[in-house]
């Protein structure tokens, strides 16, 4: 049986792109695991946690402003990752493509929480 949600579709996904991220970020080579992957890993449960609290506080705009600068953190910390060839080409379109999204997600809570 499929567990109904409450939560919205940006905690979700982020749920689901930490879930992805994890594994890949394992298999950073050792001398970037523990710096470049443990900071994109704790760089995106912050995103999730600042989610979960605008999810629950009123108003949720501080707390979507804090989530979307750790995403961009997050997406820069990516992209290095990349340059540093820590992460395959293929794995960081994907993962890239997954930050844009949620980032769009956290964008579009922002908006509809200021009308």
Not at 69 to 96: C, E, F, I, M, P
Request: glycine share 6%; charged share 25%; with cysteine.
């Amino acid at each position: 049986m499929k567990q109904q949600t409450t939560m919205p579709r940006a905690v979700e996904d982020c749920h689901e792109l930490l879930a992805w991220m994890i594994p890949k970020l394992d298999q950073f080579p050792r001398n970037r695991r523990f710096t470049l992957g443990e900071r994109i890993e704790n760089g995106l449960l912050m995103v999730l946690e600042n989610l979960i609290q605008a999810t629950y506080q009123k108003p949720h705009a501080a707390y979507l402003q804090a989530a979307n600068v750790q995403l961009d953190v997050v997406r820069h910390l990516w992209r290095l990752s990349h340059t540093l060839q820590s992460v395959s080409h293929q794995n960081y379109g994907k993962g890239a493509e997954r930050l844009t999204g949620l980032g769009r997600q956290i964008g579009g809570w922002r908006k509809s929480s200021d009308k």
